[in-house]
């Protein structure tokens, strides 16, 4: 309870936090995990959608959200879901955040259309949307 107090966590995540605390009783941790989920104090979706909305408040692009959801233990469907329900406009997103960073100015030369690229890119946006912002 302590941990879900804190913030939202998945339903692997908790296992693979208090396996390490409670490796004696397996079965006990995993029945106490189930109640939880039924009881709707965990649940993975309502995680998702949360993550989701904040990391589009910090300018991440999909590629970027669904590999840190996926490293928290959800399924690519629960992934797809939770981005296709956010409703986002990726290149209004994704010229905001140019914008932020880079300011008005244009491109000049291919090399500062590069360093634009790979910084989009580490924010997890696909190349697609990249050259639609950057064309």
Not at 42 to 50: F, H, K, T
Request: proline content about 1%.
């Amino acid at each position: 309870m302590n941990l879900l107090a804190r913030r939202e966590h998945s339903f692997q995540e908790l296992i693979n936090k208090l396996k390490k605390r409670f490796s004696d009783h397996p079965d006990l941790l995993m029945q106490e995990l189930r109640n939880l989920k039924e009881e709707g104090l965990q649940s993975d979706s309502r995680l998702v959608e949360s993550f989701v909305r904040s990391r589009i408040n910090k300018g991440q692009g999909p590629i970027k959200i669904s590999a840190d959801l996926r490293n928290r233990g959800i399924s690519d469907a629960g992934i797809e879901n939770g981005i296709q329900s956010a409703e986002v406009d990726w290149i209004s997103l994704i010229e905001q955040v140019a914008a932020r960073k880079f300011g008005d100015v244009e491109v000049e030369d291919l090399r500062e259309k590069g360093r634009r690229a790979r910084f989009l890119q580490q924010r997890g946006f696909s190349f697609e949307q990249i050259s639609k912002v950057l064309d």
